[in-house]
Each structure stands twice: as C-alpha cells, then as structure tokens.
C-alpha cells in the first residue's frame, strides 16, 4: 500500500502534513510518535474512517482492504467469542454455517479453542485483545493496522502477545502498520521504523539505522538516546578536531560503552590502542539495574550515564571518577 | 474496510419534516381558536376576530387564577416531597449492593409500569377515612406516587455517573457524610436535580384523573377546570386555557435553562461531569 | 478514615442504606397499600344495592362486552406502545446522527413532554375533526370538497385519533428516554463496526438494537402501562360505544354514585393486573436472555 502526500484536517485544524509511506507486503512497518503526533489520526484516514483532506492512497494490486484493531478490545458486549469473530463475515452477507466453520478454525490460531462459547466478561485482558485481533484477522486484510494494540495490558502478557502475534503474522504473511509508543515493542518485531512528529513523517528506516544515524535531534530526544552532546563538547573533552562529517553536529553514546575508573589520572590505563578520551565527573547518582549499575556522573555542567556490567566495587555519590569514552563508539547525527 | 455513509435518502428526510409537522402544526388552530368565537368549515382564518375567551378566563367564573394557584401549591409540594424522599433513595440505589436492591428498585418504578390509578382510588378511601389530611396534602401525595419514579431514575442515573471516585477521595481527607454530600455530590448532582424538578413540576401540573379523585372532584386545578369545557366542546375557552396553562410551562422552560447556564458556569462541575462520564465509559468497556 | 476497621465499615453500611427507607415506606404504604386497599373496597358487599355477594363486582364484569373491553384497551395500549417505540427508535437514531446540524429539530421533538395529555387530545381534536384545521387544509388544496368526505379520524371506529393523540405524546417520551444512549451507543460503536465493514444501518441492527434491547422494551412497557390506564385522550377522543376501559370505570366511579365505586375500582384492578401479568413476562425474558451470561450495561 502506498501513500502519496497525505494531509488530513480536523475542523480546519491540520493534523498530519503531507505523508509518503510505502508499506511492503508482509512486512511490519511499526510507526512511532508522542501522543498527539497524529498516529491515531493517520490510521483512522488508512481505515477509511477519517478522510483525507488531500493525497493518494495506491494498492499494489488496484484495491485493498484493511484491518483495524484498536487499544481497547471493543468486543461486542451481546455476542460470544464466535459471534464477534465471524461479525465482519455476517456483515458481509455470508450464510450462518460457513462463517461458523470459518470463525471456529480461525479459533486455533488465536489459540482460543473451547471458549467460542464465552462472552467478553467472561475473558481475561489478554484473551480479549486475541478475539479483537481475530475479528479483524478472519476478514484477510491486505494491511492490518495496529493502534497501541497491547498499551492497556500489563507488561508479560504484553511481551507474550507481541510474541504470538510475529509468529502468526510470519505464518499468514500478511502485512502490519503497527502504532506504539513502546520501544521494546517496535525493535521486537518491526521490519521498519517510522518516526512521526507534529503529524509530518520524520524518518524512516530499520530499527538500527534510525538509532545509530537518527535524523535529527527532535528524534534523538524521542527516542529519548542517552549521552547527547554537540560536536563542540565533544572536541572539548577529545582536545582537538574529531574526524566527523561536517554535516554531523552532534553524537550519542551508549552507557554500556563507557568506561569507569577510580581515582587520579594513571598513566597505565592511557594505552591507546584506539582512540579515547578520558573525562574526569563527580558521581551524582547510583541505581542498580539488572546488568549492574547504572551511574550518573556530572563532568563540568554536562550529566553522562554510565554503566557498569557485573557487580564489582560500586562507586559512592560525590565519588571522583573518570570515564573513558571510545570515539568509535559514538553515534553521529545532524541537528 | 469502511463504506461510505451516504447523506440521508430524500424519504428519511421527508418522514422526519412529516412528523415535525404533526407535532407542531396543532399548535396554529389552538392560538388562532382563542381569539376568535366564530370560525365555520372551510375557512382557514376567521373573518371575526374577538377577545371575549380571555377576558371570560380571568373573570370570576373562569376561575384561571383560583386553577393556575391550586395547581402551583400541588406542584410545589409534590417536588418537596421528591426532594425529601427521592434524593437519599437514589443515592443508596446507586452507591450500596445489598441484598433485595432490584425489589426494592421495582417497588419505586412500580407506578411507571403498573396503572396507578386503582391505588390512587385506595388512597382516597384511606384519606376520607383519615379525615384530617388537608386537601392539598393528600393531592400531592397522589402526584407523588406518579412522579417519584421519574425523580429517582433521574437522580439515581446521575449519581452512577458520578460514580465513588470523589467520595473516596474527600473521605480520605477526612470529610464527614454530610460534608460529602453537601460539598462534593450536591454540586456535581445539581443538573440531574434541575431536569427531575422540571419534570416532576410539568407532570404534577398535567395530571386530571389523580387530582379529581384524591380530592373528590373539588379541587380546581387547571386541567381540572379545562376538561368540562374540552369534552363540551367549546373551543375558544380551551384555547385560551391551553395557553394559559402553557405559561407556567414555559416558565418552567426558562427558570431551567436559566439555572443550568449558571450552574454550567461555574466551569468546575462541568469538568467534574466530563470526567464522571469518562471514566463511567471506561469502567463500561 | 473511612473504614475503620471491618465491623465499622458494615454498621456504616446498614446506616448508609437508612436512606432509602422513607421513599420505600412510602410506596408500601401508599401504591401497593392503596392497591390492596382498594382490592378490600372492591371485594365489599353493598346490600344497599342489593349486592350480597361478596364477588359481585367481579360477577358483572364477566360478561362478553366486558371482554370486549379489554381487548379494545390493551390493543390500543400495545398499538401505541409498539409503534411508539418503533417511531421514537427511528426518530432518535435519525437525532443522533444529524442533530449538529438541525438543533431545532431536539427542540421540536421535546416540546410534547410539557403538554399534559389532555391538551394534546384536544389539539389533536382540532386538526383532525372532519371540521378541523387539516380538513380545511385539504379543502383549500382541493383534495376533499365536503367536510364529509374528510376521513373519520376522531370519534372512530378504530381509535386511530386515540393512537395519534397517544403517539403525539409518546414518541417524544421515547426519544427522550433513549436518545442519551444512543448518542453514547454510536460514539462506542460505530467505529468499530465500520472497521470490520458494517454500513449503519447494520450496525444499528446487529450493535445498537441489541445493547439498547432491554432499555427500549421497558420504555415501551412505561408506554403500554400508562396507555392501559389513562383517562383523558380516550374520554375526549373515543366514540361513547368504544369501551376503553378507564373511561367506563371513571364514569361508574364518579357519576353512580358511591355503590358502584367497588365496581369501578374493579376494572381498574383487572387493568393493573394485565400490566403487572405482561411485566412479569418480559422481565421474563430479558432474565432468560441475560441468563447465557450476556452482560451489558
């Protein structure tokens, strides 16, 4: 499916500004923006339920249909599991005995088997948010499109789900617009990254490309990327020019990239087999975390993240240290 | 995928115009009746207008005032006593489970879908019995039996909407029972309260088979002095009283609307509601 | 604060339910004492009368125009209440969808809840008489050239005036009950159905019909109910030999004197029992339809 310089207005207020997107079949696109970016928005115009203002909507094949499956289960309060699987079947005028033995082979693969019975109350969060997938699912979409379809769940069954739902999206093969503010979520499954700020498309890429080379500082901020400085604070703490594009003026680093070390400066740690720098900071905070620890330091008026693998001798608050920074390390990206 | 809506077809369109026109077009004979006492088949003006229905309304055998008085004391008593008995009785119904409570709902809705007046006809029996109720007392007390259903359905339904959030919340801060209800729930039930006294008050002031009978064909209120003149016939008197009775409604109407938009400015109860509402959505899906 | 502790919390609890306790004495005492008072007062010997049995009132009821009788009062009772309900159910859905754009059409749709029945018999009267306003309209327009020629609408045989008169009232009613939630219905489920591909009108058969069910049948009971036992369109709209029943008994009550009250109260009675016997039976089936485990509200 392709979009071709989409805009959709909301009473004479703009919310999304001409978008280009190209959706591959099979693939998952997931998209990613703050709330009130306009995703919502989007997906609704995709669907079918918002018009759009101005712009193209292509199929590959001429039309196409959608799917859509929102935050909240929304299962039909009056109807059974089976009756609200097979709604879009009876919807579509097919006859009481095949959309059942539709909705009930469908049942396996959502791995609902032997609740066809139950009604919405009767089934737990995970459960339904399946059955609300399945509703949209039996109807073979070309695109299914996902609105946060897992926010309102609590974080295992939402791993869990994530999980089944790659597996039986790379079973059917079908293709996925997949809306989530979630980090975790978008680098478990998506095939591509879109970034969606203000209701333009910022960027679009594979998960990696978009963290090591994000495209502008607003994304880095929303990816919420540890460690962000200028190219001049940089060169600050290296003394000297960095042999970087002149187009890239800032750089991230990882906290799991840094180094730290005790004490006063030590000649014996200065072996340069590749190209470091060393900052001394004060520590300012320290958390355990699942690897170790994580650490905030404070080198001038600049806060770094820092952590530390293993459970070693732990740093204590307004302890000095110094960090060692491996240039190659860092990431490089244009305001 | 999404069809489209199509605007509404031509038919819809003219079914609707149908029936707002059924509903309103009785209005124009029933003014133009009143100013005229001759008005023959097939004119649709008449040729001789005449004030004499209106001026016969308020002389003394027209007895307007005596009728538009009887019917504002039977009003106002009747939303006492919906104030008194129906305000607690919802709030319990809308904030406690126990056991019983759908019995208990039925027998308070009970008159909304069993015909009243068989009971009404037991009451008076009762009151002629009693001997010491006042008239307009025991009158009341028949319209009260009418209207309390529609008075608790109205605040019961407003309470669930407000739901327990508020209470919990002030009560943890230490508020007392009553400073609940009188800082937190009044204000937050005061539109439900404006709707079910308008309604209480028009319905009270409609009612002619419960008011003849709970007072034994002597009290004069309005539709009591309209019905003779309706099944005699004699439209011009009717029309002048059918207006006449239209002008405590329609100030009804306005002391309403006049409430409500002082209360919807006071910009807090507002919000309160859109949130009661919100979260009464959400506890739904 | 709140809680206390857990005995605490209960005694709170019973003290909380106190305050229901006034409105239910008050039904008990006054509706349901009222209608076994009166079932004593009808069941009253009036050897005045010459009435020595006990069961006379019910003894002369039971006779053929008296049958008649009820079923002319309870098919009027349903025919209003079943087309009002279908009317009202049209009238709101068409409200909610469009009413942004027409605000005095909810205006127009609200006004009959003020008028008292006896006024919208008598307005209604007075376009529908053979003499009335419409009959002139019509006239004007050359569609009759006699005031005969006008069909009968009032003082007919089918009560069609009566039905008009009630569905002038009615319907508004219905609209007014209902239309709060279908405005909430549509906002929580169009979307979702037009996602999976239903058009409006299915989604109002197969979503909004279903979930609004048991509002909209109670809506049309309050309708029946009070249909089965009002006086005042029937007496002002009905021809003398029609034989609704609250008219027949308000007349036995009112004009023969205090001897034949048992009677009238009689009539009134089978009235209610018809209404409670029809209640019991939907509540009936909405128990039934709810008992699979269909949970809606």
């Known amino acids: ?335 | 995928m999404v069809k489209r809506i199509k605007s509404p077809g031509i038919i819809t369109v003219f079914f609707v115009m149908l029936f707002s026109l059924f509903l309103l077009l009785p209005f124009v004979p029933l003014i133009i009746w009143s100013f005229t006492k001759y008005w023959p088949w097939p004119l649709l003006l008449p040729e001789k207008w005449s004030m004499d229905s209106w001026r016969y309304l308020f002389s003394a055998s027209g007895r307007a005032g005596e009728g538009l008085f009887n019917s504002l004391i039977v009003a106002v008593l009747t939303l006492v006593g919906n104030m008194v008995l129906g305000i607690p009785a919802a709030r319990v119904l809308a904030q406690n489970e126990f056991r019983g409570k759908m019995i208990v709902f039925s027998i308070l809705l009970a008159p909304l879908f069993i015909p009243y007046t068989v009971s009404i006809m037991g009451m008076y029996d009762f009151a002629i019995r009693l001997d010491f109720i006042n008239d307009y007392l025991s009158v009341a007390f028949a319209h009260l039996i009418i209207t309390l259903p529609y008075f608790v359905a109205t605040i019961w339904f407003q309470f669930r909407l407000i739901g327990a959030k508020y209470q919990e919340a002030a009560a943890s801060l230490g508020a007392s029972v009553s400073k609940i209800f009188f800082w937190i729930e009044w204000p937050l039930l005061l539109p439900a309260v404006l709707l079910g006294s308008f309604l209480v008050m028009v319905i009270s002031f409609s009612q002619y088979l419960p008011t003849w009978i709970m007072s034994g064909g002597t009290m004069l209120t309005i539709p009591v002095v309209i019905f003779p003149f309706a099944s005699s016939g004699n439209s011009s008197i009717v029309s002048a009283y059918s207006l006449l009775f239209f002008v405590p409604i329609l100030v009804l109407m306005l002391v309403y609307f006049l409430l409500m938009r002082i209360n919807s400015r006071k910009q807090f109860i507002n919000r309160g509601e859109d949130i009661a509402i919100r979260t009464n959505k959400h506890s739904n899906q | 604060m709140w809680r206390i502790n857990k005995k605490g919390y209960q005694i709170n609890n019973y003290k909380g339910l106190l305050g229901i306790l006034p409105a239910l004495l008050f039904m008990l005492i006054f509706f349901i004492g009222g209608l076994f008072h009166s079932l004593t007062l009808s069941l009253e010997r009036q050897p005045l009368a010459g009435q020595e049995n006990r069961f006379w009132a019910y003894k002369e009821l039971m006779n053929q125009s008296f049958l008649h009788s009820i079923m002319v009062t309870v098919g009027i009772a349903a025919a209003v209440a079943i087309l009002s309900g279908i009317s009202g159910l049209l009238a709101a859905l068409f409200l909610a969808e469009r009413s942004r754009k027409w605000k005095w059409l909810q205006i127009i749709f609200q006004l009959p809840i003020g008028i008292p029945h006896l006024l919208s018999a008598y307005l209604l009267m007075q376009v529908f008489m053979q003499s009335g306003w419409y009959s002139r309209l019509a006239f004007r327009l050359g569609l009759v050239d006699s005031m005969e020629t006008f069909p009968v609408l009032i003082h007919d045989d089918w009560g069609i005036g009566i039905i008009l008169a009630y569905m002038w009232k009615e319907v508004p009613f219905i609209v007014l009950l209902i239309y709060p939630f279908i405005v909430k219905l549509i906002a929580d489920w169009k979307e979702t159905a037009e996602v999976l591909g239903g058009s409006f009108s299915q989604t109002v058969r197969l979503v909004i019909v279903p979930i609004l069910l048991p509002m909209w049948v109670g809506g049309m009971w309050v309708v029946f109910a009070f249909t089965l036992g009002a006086y005042e369109i029937p007496a002002l709209l009905a021809k003398t030999s029609f034989g609704s029943i609250p008219v027949l008994a308000f007349q036995e009550y009112s004009q023969f004197g205090l001897e034949r009250q048992p009677f009238a109260i009689a009539m009134n009675l089978v009235l209610a029992v018809i209404s409670f016997l029809i209640g019991c039976l939907l509540i009936y089936f909405q128990m039934d339809w709810f008992k699979k485990g269909r949970r809606i509200w």
């Open chain 1, 1 to 335: 499916m392709q979009l071709e310089q989409i805009n959709i207005q909301i009473n004479n207020e703009s919310i999304i500004h001409s978008i280009d997107l190209k959706i591959n079949s099979g693939e998952i696109f997931v998209l990613m923006g703050p709330s009130g970016s306009g995703k919502t928005t989007l997906l609704k115009g995709i669907a079918g339920l918002l018009p759009f203002t101005s712009g193209k909507q292509t199929w590959e094949n001429g039309t196409g249909t959608t799917g859509l499956v929102f935050q909240e289960p929304r299962l039909f309060p009056h109807l059974t599991v089976l009756e609200n699987i097979s709604f879009g079947l009876k919807v579509r005028g097919i006859p009481a005995k095949e959309r059942k033995k539709a909705a009930r082979e469908f049942l396996k693969n959502l791995q609902l088997d032997g609740l066809e019975k139950r009604y919405p109350h009767q089934l737990s969060g995970g459960q339904q948010q399946r059955v609300s997938l399945g509703r949209a699912l039996i109807l073979n979409p070309d695109l299914l499109l996902l609105d946060e379809p897992f926010a309102s769940l609590d974080t295992t069954l939402r791993q869990d789900l994530i999980e089944w739902l790659y597996d039986l999206q790379r079973k059917l093969s079908f293709s996925i617009l997949w809306v989530t503010h979630y980090l975790d979520e978008a680098l478990s499954v998506a095939d591509r990254i879109g970034i969606i700020l203000e209701g333009r498309l910022q960027q679009i890429g594979t998960p990696s490309k978009i963290f090591q080379n994000p495209d502008s500082e607003k994304i880095a901020q929303f990816l919420s990327l540890p460690n962000r400085f200028s190219k001049e604070q940089w060169s600050n703490w290296f003394q000297g020019e960095l042999n970087v594009l002149p187009t890239l003026n800032r750089g991230w680093i990882d906290p799991n990239h840094l180094q730290l070390f005790a004490g006063e400066y030590n000649q014996d740690e200065d072996i340069r087999e590749e190209f470091t720098c060393m900052i001394p900071a004060i520590v300012t905070k320290v958390r355990p975390s699942r690897e170790g620890y994580s650490i905030s330091v404070l080198a001038g008026n600049q806060s770094l993240d820092v952590n530390t693998t293993g459970w070693k001798r732990v740093p204590t608050v307004k302890e000095k240290i110094r960090i060692r920074v491996p240039f190659a390390q860092i990431h490089w990206y244009s305001e």
